[in-house]
């Protein structure tokens, strides 16, 4: 499905891993990544899955990636965002339906490990070659377009994702800063295990 053109058992982990790392956040209920948090707030608001958001709102943001880096829509990022989709609705609602976090560290302990997959998951792709997230792409355009430096573009890219979320009453907490503050740290390990894996298959 994802991913036709690289190693299944690479192709397998990164949806897995994504797809749990961001269901595992969510259902710590501290707050969510920035674009997550936004698509909590309107399956809430317009009585839609998880899943369903995520894919609306990459969609959106491929066609607005294309308009600004001037370029033609990538429908593989559809396809990709889509099967994440689903599978962030799969865990949510069957496969980790049960888990009820008790207490600050157990939810805690959710954040973290969501975050530790969301990393490993962020690697694998990257060496893989998939499809970027649109969310990632975004703060690409806006470094591209606007001629801002990756840093400052990362930081308005969340500070739009947590700007639209707070409007959407989204899943904004300790849990949003902790995943920023985080993640990159997390990818800077798992990189280049991921490269030297991918060696293997490749």
């Known amino acids: 499905m994802l991913l036709l053109f690289q190693p299944f058992p690479l ?5 897995l891993a994504l797809s749990l ?4 956040i969510i259902k710590g209920d501290l ?3 920035p674009w997550d948090a936004l698509a909590v707030g309107e399956s809430t608001l317009f009585n839609l899955s998880i899943g369903t958001c995520i894919f609306i709102n990459g969609c959106i943001l491929i066609c607005i990636n294309a308009l600004l880096l001037k370029e033609p829509i990538q429908w593989l990022a559809a396809l990709s965002i889509f099967v994440i ?12 339906e049960t888990l009820e976090p008790a207490g600050f560290f157990q939810q805690l302990s959710l954040v973290l490990t969501g975050i530790l997959l969301l990393g490993i998951g962020i690697s694998i792709y990257l060496q893989a070659k998939l499809p970027s997230s649109p969310m990632d792409t975004f703060m690409v355009a806006i470094h591209r377009r606007f001629g ?3 840093r400052n573009s990362r930081l ?3 500070a739009i994702a947590i700007t639209l979320a707070m409007l959407f009453h989204g899943a904004v907490g300790i849990g949003t800063v902790i995943v920023a503050c985080t993640l990159g740290f997390i990818i800077h390990i798992f990189y280049p295990i991921m490269e030297r894996m991918y060696g293997k298959w490749s």
Do not use: C, K, P, Q
């Not at 790392?21 to 595992?24: A, D």
């Not at 989709?85 to 980790?96: A, F, Q, R, S």
């Open 21 to 24: 790392g961001v269901s595992l």
């Open 11 to 15: 192709a397998f982990l990164d949806g």
């Open 85 to 96: 989709g689903m599978m962030v609705d799969y865990w949510i609602t069957i496969g980790l």
């Open 156 to 158: 308005l890219n969340e």
């Open 31 to 33: 707050g969510a990544a």
């Open 148 to 150: 801002l430096n990756l």
